[in-house]
């Protein structure tokens, strides 16, 4: 069984950043992706950003150009840079790891807080 553990979340002020980190329990293989996701309050699910094996990322329109996302394998970590942060960004943040058999794998979530 892997866990996925997110941190780096917390309370800002808008126009600030923030680091996201995703850590595996373990070293994973044959992963398809890995990717962030974002839900608001009375909000589902959405897709923020998503790298896949071969090192391509797509981002959601309203975080293009503000974030970015990337991953370290000896570390077993993906990453979400966030500038530029705007109220609107608030939510609780979930990575999620999918394996190339269809499973996936998610995080137990991180809060992110844009308020002056």
């Known amino acids: 069984q892997v866990r996925l553990v997110e941190s780096g979340g917390g309370l800002v002020q808008p126009g600030g950043s923030l680091r996201l980190s995703c850590a595996a329990s373990?070293?994973?293989?044959?992963?398809?992706?890995m990717a962030w996701y974002q839900q608001a309050p009375g909000r589902e699910r959405e897709l923020v950003a998503k790298?896949?094996?071969?090192?391509?990322?797509n981002y959601a329109d309203s975080v293009k150009g503000r974030f970015t996302i990337s991953r370290d394998n000896a570390k077993n970590t993906v990453y979400l840079q966030m500038n530029s942060l705007k109220a609107e960004d608030t939510a609780i943040y979930y990575c999620?790891?999918?394996?190339?058999?269809?499973?996936?794998?998610w995080g137990q979530g991180t809060q992110v807080t844009v308020s002056s």
């Open positions: 999620a790891v999918f394996m190339m058999s269809g499973y996936s794998y």
């Open positions: 373990r070293s994973i293989t044959n992963i398809n992706a």
């Open positions: 790298i896949t094996r071969d090192g391509s990322t």
